[in-house]
């Protein structure tokens, strides 16, 4: 089946403007990720969202970000007056939304976001 | 504070020989979950193996296998019979009540 999906691959914006992007999960995946990965790191948690509601937000940097699962499947992830510093590739996983540690993430390809 | 440590920054290993990948984590929680992703040059995170910390042996998917040693709070990755195309970044990842990646480790199989 398919894997999980992301749109744009790359997105070049400028300094101040606003940007969405866009994660298409895992067919029957109720929990979604975001992370945000900088060159040379390990990705680092962003929100989870288990169905429509983000269960844990407490990894958006600051309230220019947000993200929203209107329809417990697609997720866009916003970001407002985009800085430098929010370079990165922004990486979403899903997972099937079972109890317990072993509910295996699984990650897309990831959009590379450059703010010029 | 830091709660997963990848010491290697970069590992070469030669194809066909094992080579070992650490990983050391922190958590007071009795229950966590373990994951070993590996990430090619093309950037897709890839899933290779998951330890529970209540299991009682270590995992074993294919030629990938993690040396759990709970005590020492430590999942090392063990990978046999290298492969060119195991050349990679390797991240090791803990999941107590979020998921925290460590730094990651470059592997490059020389033929």
């Known amino acids: 089946g398919a894997g999980v999906s992301q749109t744009p691959s790359n997105k070049v914006t400028e300094k101040g403007k606003y940007v969405e992007l866009r994660c298409d999960p895992i067919?029957?995946?109720?929990?979604l990720y975001w992370y945000r990965q900088s060159l040379g790191q390990g990705p680092e948690f962003l929100i989870y969202?288990?169905?429509?509601?983000?269960?844990?937000d407490s990894g958006l940097p600051n309230d220019r970000f947000f993200a929203v699962r209107p329809e417990g499947s697609v997720s866009t992830l916003k970001i407002q007056r985009t800085e430098r510093g929010d370079s990165a590739v922004y990486l979403c996983?899903?997972?099937?939304?079972?109890?317990?540690?072993?509910?295996?993430?699984?990650f897309g390809p990831g959009t590379r976001l450059t703010v010029l | 504070a830091q709660k997963i440590t990848q010491t290697q920054p970069g590992m070469f290993v030669q194809e066909k020989e094992a080579v070992t990948l650490d990983c050391t984590y922190d958590?007071?929680?009795?229950?966590?979950?373990l994951f070993w992703y590996k990430q090619p040059s093309s950037g897709e995170m890839i899933f290779l193996i998951y330890?529970?910390?209540?299991?009682?042996q270590n995992a074993t998917e294919g030629r990938y296998s993690l040396n759990f040693q709970k005590a020492r709070k430590s999942a090392n990755l063990v990978i046999s019979a290298s492969q060119l195309g195991d050349s990679a970044m390797y991240f090791c990842?803990?999941?107590?009540?979020?998921?925290?990646f460590g730094a990651g480790t470059r592997l490059t199989v020389k033929p």
């Open positions: 996983a899903s997972s099937l939304g079972v109890s317990g540690m072993g509910d295996t993430q699984y």
């Open positions: 067919s029957g995946h109720t929990a």
């Open positions: 969202f288990q169905g429509t509601g983000a269960a844990d």
């Open positions: 958590t007071s929680d009795p229950s966590y979950g």
């Open positions: 330890q529970g910390s209540y299991d009682q």
């Open positions: 990842a803990m999941r107590d009540h979020d998921m925290r």
